[in-house]
């Protein structure tokens, strides 16, 4: 039996206000709005090119490594305006993660990987503690408790993207993004990362960048489609929750992309 | 576990099918007690409880859809999700019954009664237990109940063929009669629909443990037009 939901005023980790990034002359991503609200699922998908990835890196300022890349608009952590002049990248990549593509553990020790992050953040805790407690929030804990000093290599792929999400989750932050963590992986290994993903929501707040749209469908609570245009500037082309997206969606190249006759 | 957040929502589904089955049960209760006390109030309340049946199925149907369009659900869990979306549309015509008894009632419970309910009342009985016992196979995935259930429907069928013979008795006897008893074949009649949604119900059952249809489907067919 369902009961009528409680008006809750929703908050939102993540807001993003005419974000429009280039490279060199070139703009790729025009005027995204949306508001990531905390403790959710938000997928963005799209076709290829369309900007996916340039979007979730813009959020923890990874594009900022490279030279020709500029951002127009604002991103608000929160109350913080993540360009604002002075703002510190590494301070933001500590609250705000990031899983990638491919698992990319340290050639170090699976216990040293988890307290890379904490250690060089001068934590002065109980580093073991840190350790379990991420490696069990990964849903790892169990796998590897006893072989915590082979190194982090030797895990399986699956294994290993769980360790980088331990990683991640060592240094404390609000939000994840998820850079396509389960293309490299197996389809059990992929359910895993997807079954985690729900128990992560509850503590932290998710961005996951996919090209599987099922995938999006399957673990995501709000999902964002990019599209480019005929000039390959990519457009927010509807954000709305997931199931409604999936269902019913308002624009018909939601509904064309969703049911495969785009993209 | 692997799709544990899935397998909660299709838990979540279950019991908003019980739910669903609970209120059908007692709001055709209702619609009988009215009928036989000649309630109005009470028939009144059956119409209007059957609103909270329909938008109980409305959202559970959008419920599947969304599970289906998001979580690719396959084999099993693909029976599952198309089985509670056929069970509740089955318990919503059933709600639909209800009421169309209770509408009865409002036409006839200012005369008298042609003769006291006894066949109706057994029938109703046959009929809700059918709904409790399908539901319960359901739920359970017990095939060999689904079967029990289709078959008792024969009982149901025959107590219907008595009322309506008995009924035709009384209206060649003394024509002014023929409304009332009218009426009451009607009620009849929705009673054994009541019973035939539940059969459905059961042979979902079936198909959903087996991934067969029920091979009595014919024997289950329509017998109201006899």
């Known amino acids: ?263 | 576990m692997l799709r544990s957040e899935f397998d909660r929502n299709l838990d979540l589904l279950q019991s908003d099918l019980s739910e669903m089955g609970r209120m059908v049960e007692e709001t055709t209760r209702q619609a009988l007690h009215a009928l036989q006390e000649r309630d109005p109030d009470m028939a009144r309340q059956v119409i209007q409880n059957d609103d909270a049946i329909d938008n109980l199925q409305d959202e559970l149907e959008s419920k599947c859809v969304g599970l289906i369009a998001t979580q690719q659900p396959a084999a099993r869990d693909l029976r599952t999700l198309m089985s509670i979306v056929h069970v509740g549309v089955e318990l919503e015509r059933m709600g639909d019954y209800a009421e169309g008894i209770a509408k009865i009632c409002l036409r006839m419970y200012q005369e008298p009664l042609l003769k006291p309910l006894i066949d109706i009342p057994r029938m109703a009985d046959l009929a809700l237990n059918m709904l409790n016992d399908s539901l319960q196979a359901f739920a359970e995935r017990d095939e060999w109940q689904a079967r029990q259930v289709c078959d008792n429907d024969d009982a149901v069928d025959d107590l219907y063929d008595q009322i309506y013979h008995e009924l035709l008795v009384y209206m060649l006897q003394d024509p002014r009669t023929i409304q009332r008893a009218t009426y009451l074949l009607w009620v009849a009649h929705d009673l054994e629909r009541i019973a035939d949604r539940a059969t459905n119900i059961a042979e979902r059952c079936i198909w959903l443990v087996s991934g067969h249809t029920a091979s009595n489907r014919a024997r289950n067919s329509d017998r109201s037009l006899r």
């Open chain 1, 1 to 263: 039996m369902t009961t009528a939901a409680e008006p809750v005023a929703v908050r939102h980790a993540l807001r993003f206000e005419g974000v429009t990034a280039y490279y060199g002359a070139n703009k790729v991503i025009t005027n995204v709005d949306m508001a990531v609200p905390e403790h959710e699922v938000t997928a963005i998908i799209g076709p290829s090119g369309a900007g996916k990835s340039t979007l979730l890196r813009c959020v923890n300022r990874m594009n900022d490594l490279i030279p020709a890349f500029r951002m127009d608009g604002k991103i608000w952590f929160g109350d913080y305006d993540l360009y604002a002049p002075g703002s510190d990248p590494t301070q933001i990549r500590y609250q705000i993660g990031m899983v990638f593509q491919r698992p990319n553990p340290f050639s170090k020790s699976i216990y040293d990987n988890v307290a890379f992050g904490p250690r060089i953040n001068g934590f002065n805790g109980r580093l073991d503690d840190i350790v379990e407690e991420s490696l069990r929030a990964a849903a790892l804990w169990e796998e590897v408790k006893d072989r915590l000093k082979e190194s982090g290599l030797t895990l399986s792929g699956g294994q290993q993207q769980r360790l980088c999400i331990a990683r991640a989750l060592a240094v404390q932050p609000s939000v994840i993004l998820m850079d396509e963590p389960c293309s490299a992986l197996d389809p059990i290994a992929t359910l895993a990362i997807e079954e985690l993903m729900q128990e992560l929501k509850k503590r932290y707040t998710i961005v996951i960048v996919t090209h599987n749209m099922q995938q999006a469908g399957r673990v995501s609570d709000k999902t964002a489609l990019l599209m480019p245009d005929e000039h390959r500037v990519a457009h927010l082309v509807e954000f709305d929750e997931t199931s409604r997206m999936f269902t019913n969606p308002t624009d018909e190249r939601t509904e064309a992309y969703i049911t495969g006759r785009i993209g």
